[in-house]
């Protein structure tokens, strides 16, 4: 599978985005999918990630209440709501899939195979 991250932009502390992290190829259906970020200077770090059915989901403590991951595998998509966004939310956004994540790995970047290219938040204070 291959995954596209899009969605990204400028937006003020405060703002919102809705990033998108599309699948072609096979069906999202079978992926554990995460997001990373990676701010400048800094190394990359758990965002968010969602189980296969959608049934689980786990969230950094540093967004989570504002952030949201989501899928909609009829639309080979998964997404993630970033509400109430702050200047230290700026980074490169990567989604990421695997096919054989168990629990206790979802927050792990070596958990999963295949990444997308990045979409870039950058929010102004």
């Known amino acids: 599978v291959q995954l596209q991250a899009c969605g990204g932009g400028r937006v003020q502390a405060g703002g919102f985005l809705r990033l998108s992290c599309a699948a072609s190829g096979r069906s999202l259906s079978r992926y554990a999918i995460a997001w990373f970020r990676q701010a400048p200077g800094k190394v990359r770090e758990f965002v968010a990630a969602?189980?296969?059915?959608?049934?689980?989901?786990v969230h950094a403590d540093s967004v989570k209440g504002r952030f949201t991951i989501s899928r909609d595998n009829t639309k080979n998509t998964v997404y993630l709501q970033m509400n109430s966004l702050k200047p230290e939310d700026t980074a490169v956004y990567y989604c990421?899939?695997?096919?054989?994540?168990?629990?206790?790995?979802?927050?792990?970047?070596?958990?999963?195979?295949?990444w997308g290219q990045g979409t870039e938040v950058t929010v102004s204070s």
């Open positions: 990421a899939g695997g096919t054989t994540v168990i629990l206790s790995n979802l927050r792990s970047q070596t958990a999963y195979s295949t």
């Open positions: 969602i189980r296969q059915s959608g049934g689980t989901t």
